[in-house]
Each structure stands twice: as C-alpha cells, then as structure tokens.
C-alpha cells in the first residue's frame, strides 16, 4: 500500500481520461515524440514565457501574475506560491537561490518523476522564470537520489541550455544571468521537508531547522532562498504565456488551476492523471483510475500520500479542493491517491506506514524519536494477539503527543496523522484486533495468545 505506482497511462489514455483539452496545462504535450529535447520543446513553444518574461515583464510584473493565478503550492501543504514569494526580501544586498523540491519520497507518489521525465525542460524554464522573478541568478535542483532516468535527463537538458546559451550570462541577448545545477539526495525521507533539504543541500545532516528565521529569509547557505514543488514551478511557463487570470479560470474559490494526481493501490487503472481541482475523488478513483478489482470495494483513501489523514469510503465524494479537504481533516498534500479496497486490514497498513516513519526518523525531536518506536512496537504487540484495552489508550496518546507543532517538521504530525485518522474512522478494527484479536477484513491470520488453535 505504501509504494509508488508506476506511471504507465500513455498520453492519449489520459486525454480520454479527464474530460476536455481544456484542463491539459501541463501534459497537453506528453507523448510527443522526443519532447525532452531542446529542439523538439522549443518548436511547440517552450522558452517562449521565458524570453517573453526576460524581454517585456520586470520582476514584479511576473509576480503579479503568479499572485492572480491563486497557484498554490503542490508538494505539501498548499500554501499560495505569490505569497510564499513575496516573503523574499527585495533589499538585501547579495545572491539569492531557488532551490527546487524534488526529492519525491512521499509514499504513494510519483507525479513530479512522471512531470521530468516527459518534459524536463518544462521544470527547468519554470526554474529559470522563478529567478528572474525573485532577482536570482542560482537555482538548485534538489533531485532523490534514487531517480537514476529524471537525474540523467535534467543533466542533459541542463548541457543542451548552456550549448544554447539559454543559461549563462545572456540568456536570449538579456543581460541577466541564469543558471541552474542538479544535487542528488541520500535516500532519506526527511529531505522532502524543506529546511532538511537546504542542511543535505549544504552538505550537513538531513536534520529539520528551528525556524524563525525561515528560508525565506535566512535559506541556502545562509542567503534568501526560495524553495518550491516540481510541479508548482511547471505551472509558471504556462502562467507566464497566458497570464494569472486565465489560469485563475480552472479551479474552485480557492484552489486554481489543475494538479497531477499518482493514483495507486486497489485500482485497475493506476497512473498519474491531470485534473482540474475541484472534481471530486469519487471521479478520480472509481472513473479515472477504474475503481477497485471487480467483486471489492473501497474501504479507505489516502487523498495526498501517507502523509495525509486517511478517509472512507463514505466521503468519495469530497473534492479535490485543497480547503474541502482541510474541512474534511484531510489535505492535498503530495497529491498522491492510495486506495485500499475491504479485502484489507486498515490496522495493518497502519502499522506498515508507523514503521516507515518510525525507520525515517531523523531523530532530532523527542516526540517523534520516541513516539514512532512507542506506536510501531504497540502496533506489533496488538497484530501478534496480545493487545489490551492499555495499547489502544498509548495509541491514543501517543497520536496526540506527535501532533500539533510538538515537531521541528512535519514527520511527527504524519505519524500521528496515521493513528489518529485511521482509529477515528475504523475504531472498530481496532477494537477487533486489541479485545477480541479479530481481523474485521480477515486479511491477519490472528489468534489470541494463549488461546487453543
């Protein structure tokens, strides 16, 4: 449950998935044929918002446009990228980075791997507008380190602008410099989260910062620094050509434009699809992705990786809307969709993601370092047979003890997230296993210690 799933859908599939060409912002060209080379992207209009940008748009203009779109973020927590810019001060004196997030190792999500590996060029001129947008001439790609085909991609993509001379010191006759270099992460979970990645970034320890001062202000290497999604900084060519106020046009009151979605787990169609934000995941999982294997239902749904609260199957209805989400308790998190049919013990998923944040931990913050080992061996106990009412109450306390900013970063939150979302909405498997030593969707093979077979 807890793995990606591999992008297979070809392009046409997709089109015929997700309604009209309207909604295709950013994968209205996948699937043409060598789209990852210079050549091939330029002829269907790539660099155009750069040059576009660089030429006729001072910086404040570009930010402007961002701000209309109501473009927020899509690797997290979805906060509004014009805002998130706005926080880079404009009088310091000195260099100022963008680091791009695209350390990917959100269980359940492969989205901005898929983004890479069909239009490369695609991040790397949003790279190169959020640069001259915030007076930068440095951006950074913080790539996982286990991306071995969007890593080799990115260098050649990278070789192809500097031979062009769309980074260097004159990018199309413009005295402004860009420039743009890969790092390859560790493998560790905890760089995803954004003040880990600049540590890693900075050769230290992936180990989350105390924060006042955030990157904004006080990043990379000490300087300014902004720090956005993959797919977030993908949206800026489009915006850029089109202006924010079209873009605002795809969407709800709060969430516009679209967003990729991986979906995995108990589907027949898995794959990553484009939607425009406010459908509902009733449509994404049981139209989009085909629903679960014939004869199963839905039982549960993570709406944006592991991360994210897990919902039933009775809010399929509620929408992909970032705030609908909030409300439900849930949130968009990574956009990575993990469905769970009834042949499936929701607390054994449960104890198989507590181990994964357990394992991730950096270890900084006593809640987590503690809490993770305190659930995933409680876990243990009540799946082996010998679990009390006592473990059902340490779980319970230890889902509150991780939460609500008792973490330097989000991992703690997860975790508790985990616990507290799914003993909310299946108390009763719960109860099952711990009292009765019952698996509600037979999928354990339990039996109470002690008991005669």
Sequence with gaps: MAGETRASLAPDDLRGSHGPARHHLLTSLFGTPDLHRLAVYREHGGYRSLEKALKEMTPDQIHAEVKASGLRGRGGAGFPTGTKWSFIPKDVPGPRYVVVNFDEAEPGTCKDRYLVEHSPHLLLEGACIAQYAIGSHQAWIYIRGEYDRPYRMLVEAIEELR??????????????????????????YICGEETALLESLEGKRAQPRSRPPFPAVKGAWGRPTLLN?????????????????????????????????????????????????????RHVIMELAGGPPPGRRVKAF??????????????????????????????????????????????????????????????????CRVGTNWAERTFERILRGEGTVADLQILDHVQDALQNGRCLCGLGDSAGWVIMSTMKHFREEYEAHALRNQCLAGECNVQRVGAHA
């Design 163 to 188: 031979q062009a001379g769309i980074l260097g010191p004159r990018p199309f006759g413009v005295d402004y410099p860009l420039d743009v270099q890969l790092y390859r992460g560790h493998g560790a």
């Design 302 to 367: 993570w709406p944006g990786g592991s991360s994210a609260p897990v919902l039933p199957e009775s809010m399929l209805d509620v929408s992909t809307d970032l705030d609908e989400l909030a409300r439900v308790g849930s949130m968009g998190g990574s956009g990575g969709v993990i469905v769970m049919d009834d042949s499936h013990c929701v607390v054994k998923a449960a104890r198989r993601l507590i181990r994964f944040y357990a394992h991730e931990s950096c270890g900084k913050c006593t809640p």
């Design 229 to 281: 999604n993959v797919e977030t900084l993908a949206n800026l060519p489009w915006i850029v050509d089109h202006g924010g106020a079209e873009y605002a046009g795809f969407g709800v009151e709060r969430s516009r434009g679209t967003r990729l979605l991986s979906v995995s787990g108990n589907v027949q169609r898995p794959g990553v699809y484009e939607v425009e934000l406010g459908v509902t995941f």
